[in-house]
């Protein structure tokens, strides 16, 4: 499957974003999907995950309650909406594909998408 993830920018602090990747290639709705962020100078780190049907979500203690993983399985896209962003949220922002379904395992994802830039100004 090829991902491809839009809808980084540059926001204020308190800001929202929404972030997409789109799908093509294989059935969309057999990957399990996670988005993962990488700030500059740091390890990349798992966000958010989110079953095959969409009906299990799992984020990361540092993001929960701000961010929300979402799939439309019929427009081959997942979602990160981004609320209450801020400053340390700035990353590079991946999204992946895993056929073994959720996970927030980083090595289980078959799929990269290129990543979108977040910059969160204070």
């Known amino acids: 499957v090829q991902l491809q993830a839009s809808g980084g920018g540059l926001v204020q602090a308190g800001g929202s974003l929404r972030l997409s990747c789109a799908a093509s290639?294989?059935?969309?709705?057999?990957?399990?999907m996670g988005w993962f962020r990488q700030a500059p100078g740091k390890e990349r780190e798992f966000v958010a995950t989110?079953?095959?049907?969409?009906?299990?979500?799992y984020h990361a203690d540092s993001v929960k309650g701000r961010f929300t993983i979402s799939r439309d399985n019929a427009k081959n896209t997942v979602y990160l909406q981004m609320n209450s962003l801020k400053p340390e949220d700035t990353a590079v922002y991946y999204c992946?594909?895993?056929?073994?379904?959720?996970?927030?395992?980083?090595?289980?994802?078959?799929?990269w998408g290129q990543g979108t830039l977040v910059t969160v100004s204070s």
């Open positions: 992946a594909a895993n056929n073994k379904g959720q996970s927030w395992r980083m090595h289980e994802y078959d799929s």
């Open positions: 290639g294989r059935a969309f709705s057999t990957y399990g």
């Open positions: 989110i079953s095959r049907s969409g009906a299990s979500t």
